[in-house]
């Protein structure tokens, strides 16, 4: 380890401006649980809404500090100034800025003012760079890019993207796939009983944002072809739940498809139900994805971007076109008529999560990547 780098004095401050708690949020809070484990003091400075809410409080239950970068903000008093002080304040070894979208973090642009503030290992993470670029954001990404020492991103699909839509060097980027710890779970839910389905039927369950992009309205479809003991169950909130129940209603499928909003339970809901859906259009690699590998659930998953990477298709679980209607059904049909290739599926799953997926190994990557930028 370089003289430069006290574990017992190396400060890590995350920045984080998303409007809610999702996928990449979750990011930070298990980075932050599993670097102080290893020594290191996360810090989350959090710019935005309520939405962050969730994160703080999960921050602050592990006794990590929380900086409001808009609290009591003075009328004209301008964001780079105000992070600039903190940062001063606060003096992180690392400052470590979150890109649910690669135009976050206002165009990354808290890249060069952690630089103005004197921080030398500035390290970004990007989630989805797969979205493209236009005049603004390709200019000013550009230029924040400059300032960051290393960009980590969570497959090795994102990285043409980054090179290919957004102009990152190679040399900076390092992959760290996402990884998830033990879940704790309860033997106490019966899903069957609380939503009123006989034990006879079987259940897909899709989990995650009710948004466009998660393919919610592609598994109603698949689902009317399906028998009727096949029941799905709709995990989550967005602003597409009033529309996705009025499509379930016109397809005659109100009394299979259940919609239970956003729950706290999911590795408990993963141990009841036979398989997970995520028919997605745009992910990188989802922790739902992995959520239900260390519960030993199959999964029907679409084959873009970083998802091949987490579900290898014929021993964990199958891989479907996007928005392809007939292959989803296809798949649930094959998985739901052979519960042996259910079991063997999960079991495979399990292991690639052990060998793959765990929260100590992206721990590890995550940690190598800040002593390489502390050592320049």
Known sequence: MSNKE?????TVAFFSDAPYVGGAERYIGFLASGIMDHGYKPVLIASGG???EPLKEQIRSYGAEIYELDKNARPGSGFAPRLTRMLRSIKPVVFHF??????DARYSLVAPIARLAGVRSIISTEHLPMVRSFPKGRVLKSFST??????ITVSEDNRKHLIGNHHVPDRKI????NGIPGSEWTADLDLRRELGIGAE????AIVGALEERKGHATLLEALESLPASMHAVIVGDGGMKRELQERASVLG??????FTGYRNDV???????DILVVPSSMEATPYVILEAMEAELPVIASSVFGIPEQVIDGETGILVPPRDVDELANAIRILQADPEKRKLMGKNALDRYQARFTLERSIRGTIEVYRESIRG
């Open 201 to 204: 039927s079987q259940l897909i």
């Open 146 to 151: 400059r300032f960051v020492s290393r960009v």
């Open 174 to 177: 390092r992959v760290v796939q």
């Open 98 to 103: 979150n890109l649910p979208g690669p135009f």
């Open 50 to 52: 309520v939405g962050l």
């Open 267 to 273: 590795p408990s809901i993963m141990r009841n139900i």
């Open 6 to 10: 006290n574990r017992n004095e190396t």
């Open 253 to 258: 499928l109100s009394d299979r498809v259940h």
